[in-house]
Structure formats: C-alpha cells, structure tokens
C-alpha cells in the first residue's frame, strides 16, 4: 500500500541505498561487492579527481514481496551518475548474473546524465556494453524494469538503455531524454533550446510528457513506496514477450507514426494538443492520478 502524505519519503531526494531499502522487502537487502570489495576508478585517480568507493553504483540482489530480484542503483549524486569502466562493469556483471540465475525481475534505478566524459572511450564502451547486457537479460526471459525519478534523470546513453528496458516506470520528476537540455543549448544554440527554461525542459523531457506520450508503463508520485508498490503491481501481471520480427516491425512503425505526427512540434504543448488534450497548458498543474485519468480519456 501507498504511504500516506505525512509518511512519503521522496525517491528524488534520496539516495542509491536509501532508494533500494525502501524498495526491497525489509531485510532483505544484500550487497554486491560491498565497501570492503568494491574500488573506485583508477581513471579518475589520475586525473587526481575525488572517485567514490562504489564508483557510484550500488549492485545487489533481495526480494520485492517475496519475489527474488536483482537491483541496480545509480547514484546520482556522484558524478551525476555518469557511467565510467567500473560504474559500468558492475552493471554489466549483475545483468549476466540475472541471465543465468533468472530472478523474478531485475530493477535498474536509473539516475544518470549518461557516460562518464573524464573516462572517454572506456565510458562510451561501457554503456554499450550495459545495452548489450539488458538485451542479453531479456532474451533470457528476466525482465528489466527501468525506475525513473531522480534528480539526474535518464539522459544520453542511459536514455538509450531506459528505452531498451521491458518497461520504465517513472515520476513526474523524472526525466528522460537523448540528449540533456545543456547539450542541446550547447550544440545547436539558445534559440533551439533554452535549458534554463526549467517549465519547458519539464514539458519536453519530463515524466508526465513521457507518460502522455506512452514511454512510460507507469507514472507513480514521488515516493519510494509509490515506486515499490508500481513495480510490484506491474511484475505480478507481467510476462517477457519474445522479440519476434513482427513485434519489432510493431515497435518500428509507430516510431515512424510518431515522428511523422509530433517531430516538428518544439513544445509539450504543441504534443498535448495534438493528442486531443483540451487543455494543455493545465497539464503541469494535476497530480499523478488526474493525469492518469486524463490519459485514459484520450482518444487512441
């Protein structure tokens, strides 16, 4: 059950181990390469910048109302998230590890701008290797359920993995996106994108605007127990479909649907228009069940 206002205990302001305490079942949480066996990365040592014992990811395995599950948790507070050769190398170990031991589910808390810039090559193949992985643990039949809300969001390379995900389940304060708002402004200029717009950064990557535009399997309020109870819910209905021709050509032509109906549209405005939303500009203003019921009213 949802905690109560007075009791919510905010998924964006915690942290990796705080996230994962609240999202097992009490007790039930054991680290992978703890402290005392894990190390910080070497690259970040030379460049005799400050590297975190974890490197920034918390591995481990525990159960969500008794189902075994193996999680992943980025911590957005180190770095940003971003993934370096260890960072990535731990993640990339506990989705091979969910390949051959099969738990219920693996759950990826993602927090991350994406690749880890000071590690260059060894970042940028790290991230391959963690789609590689993700896929790899599908094709085995363990779902991997993608929990976005924190204050880093899923951009870049971790974009790309969230999306290769079996599902994301994710708040209103989450964001997911290719590239971030600065790199946007950064490459293509102010005019194209103004990232210190923070309403309509919100409206084009966040999490209501991702849910609207059906990214999302879920879209859950600010709360660890909010996202425990989401995946919960979501895992007890939920089979990994096997990734046949058709189902891909599916996926593929309502990309191209998409593209074709929203992709010259620069606001979530113009998108929540054009999905039949009477009100657009209402949108950033309803809680996460009056915009579930907005959804659920729209045309298909």
Known sequence: MIASLSARHSWFEATARARLAGLLDPGSFAEILPPVASQPSPHLARLDLPGAFDDGVVVCHGELEKMPIFAIAQEGQF???AVGEIHGAKIVGMLRRAAQEKPAAVL???DSG?????????GLIAISEIMRAVLDTRAAGVPVIALV??????FGGMGIVAKLCSAIIISEEGRLALSGPEVIET???VEEFDSKDRALVWR??????????????????DDIAAFRAGAADFLAGWQEPAPTPALLRTAQQSLENRLAAYGEMRDGLEVWAALGIAD????????????????????T
């Open 280 to 299: 657009p500009s209402a949108v950033p203003l309803l809680d996460r069940d009056e915009l579930v019921s907005l959804k659920e009213g729209l045309p």
């Open 79 to 81: 770095m940003g998230g």
């Open 204 to 221: 084009v990557t966040g999490g209501k605007h991702r849910y609207l535009m059906g990214d999302c399997a879920q879209l859950v309020d």
């Open 114 to 122: 994406g690749v880890r810039l000071h590690e260059a090559n060894a």
């Open 108 to 110: 990826f808390l993602i």
């Open 187 to 189: 490459v293509a200029g």
């Open 149 to 154: 809300g924190g204050s880093c969001g899923a």
